[in-house]
């Protein structure tokens, strides 16, 4: 096997999705000629179904370029579902889609680990063979934003705040990946959820509803901060504000559950949304993303020199680094997480570990400002932030193009 074929994996298997399209949002599958078009002119009032929304049609007028008119004339860009009207892309009409899921606690760093995932990736991706865009700006404008905070700050001395509000709906993050070596290859449509870590708390009523997109995704990213670890933190650098400040800093607080209980209840949850009783049924590959690397030497050393990928145009996955970082890694937990551990496994045998780090170690500009620590651009590096995201990407593009 060569490297770049990361993995045929068995449990991406018969589950490949249909031709057609599936709302990112409700998952209802359609012909494209059914999608709706959200009309441009507001004279035509709201639409009766989606309070405050423009109203939604089925087009049946469409210009040169392919786009829908609206009653009035008007050319329509936006398109939406025929069945929850929640507006969908023009990819999503034509591009297979790859759901994968982002589960973690609140602060354990996601939204950091997206951004940099998705900054290293415009970088990678093009490399590797494939064109990379946001398929819908407006929805990944929140990845936009704080990409932007950590690599083009206007002030890279002034502390990165990011707040993900735990009241908003969850929506999908969507990116068009179009292999540009594989000839006649379909294109892709990486589908990507990060909910706030509270829709993961059980009993939370509106998670439960915002965490569906578990019932789709054949890969789960869950993203383990080695702070709410207790054992994994007592191999960080003692002397980090994050390490010495637990728990009253950084937002972290003794109310937070440990990480396993997120994870077992993302596994109950799968269990329900899929239909079945046993967790070895739920057949989701999952990558554990170990956060904040930087903060433990044990882990940091396997990716602070080595890329997860090779340099230079046809650049490939480091597969087989991959792997055995992973092996040591799992070692590793079972020395100073067990439980959590012998969770992944019994979810998935064949778990891949990842380190992933996007701050620097020991940062020479960080700081506690008062009870909380707070990084600057200054202190931005980072090591392995795309190889869950790419690794998650590319198994599937592998596995549906039989590794061509
Ligand atoms: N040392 C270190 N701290 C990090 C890293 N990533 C995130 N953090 C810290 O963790 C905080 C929470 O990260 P965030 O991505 O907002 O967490 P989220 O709530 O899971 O989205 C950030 O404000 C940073 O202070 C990292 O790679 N290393
Ligand atoms: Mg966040
Ligand atoms: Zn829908």
Not at 32 to 59: I, M, N, Y
Not at 127 to 150: C, H, T
Request: charged share 25%; aromatic share 6%; glycine share 6%.
């Amino acid at each position: 096997m060569s490297e770049d074929h990361v993995a045929s994996d068995h449990r991406l298997k018969d589950r490949a999705e249909k031709p057609g399209v599936t709302c990112p949002h409700c998952w209802h599958k359609f012909a494209p000629s059914e999608a709706l078009a959200v009309a441009r002119t507001s004279a035509l009032g709201p639409d009766p179904v989606v309070a405050g929304e423009p109203l939604r049609f089925l087009p049946s007028r469409f210009n040169r370029a392919g786009n829908p008119i609206d009653p009035a004339g008007a050319e329509c860009t936006e398109l939406a579902c025929s069945r929850c009207r929640a507006t969908i892309t023009r990819s999503n009409l034509s591009a297979k889609p790859v759901f994968v899921s982002m589960v973690g606690g609140p602060q354990s760093g996601k939204s950091f680990l997206l951004s940099s995932a998705v900054r290293r990736m415009r970088q990678a991706l093009p490399d590797m063979g494939y064109r990379f865009v946001d398929a819908s700006p407006s929805e990944n404008q929140r990845i936009v934003d704080l990409e932007r905070k950590l690599f083009e700050p206007a002030d890279p001395a002034a502390p990165i705040r990011e707040q993900t509000d735990p009241q908003r709906e969850v929506r999908a993050f969507q990116f068009h990946l179009k292999p540009e070596l594989l000839h006649q290859a379909d294109d892709f449509l990486l589908v990507l959820y990060d909910n706030p870590g509270e829709h993961f708390l059980p009993n939370h009523d509106r998670g439960t509803k915002a965490t569906r997109h578990l019932a789709r995704s054949k890969i789960v990213i869950f993203v383990l901060d080695p702070l709410a670890e207790r054992g994994i933190r007592a191999r960080c650098i003692p002397d980090h504000p994050l390490v010495k400040g637990w728990p009253a800093s950084g937002g972290y607080s003794h109310d937070t559950p440990p990480p396993n209980l997120f994870l077992s209840e993302m596994a109950s949850r799968a269990m329900k949304f899929k239909g079945v009783h046993s967790l070895d049924q739920i057949h989701t590959r999952l990558i554990i993303a170990i956060t904040k690397s930087d903060l433990c030497p044990d882990l940091y050393k396997h990716i602070g020199e080595y890329p997860c990928t090779t340099p230079g145009p046809g650049g490939r996955m480091a597969g087989s680094r991959i792997q055995s970082v992973s092996r040591d890694v799992a070692a590793f937990m079972d020395d100073t997480a067990r439980e959590f551990a012998s969770t992944v496994r019994a979810i998935d045998p064949q778990a891949i570990y990842m380190p992933v780090s996007v701050l620097r170690p020991n940062p020479a500009a960080s700081q506690a400002a008062g009870e909380r620590f707070e990084c600057t651009a200054m202190d931005v590096q980072p090591k392995w932030a795309e190889a869950p995201f790419l690794y998650a990407a590319l198994s599937v593009v592998h596995h549906q193009t039989g590794g061509r």
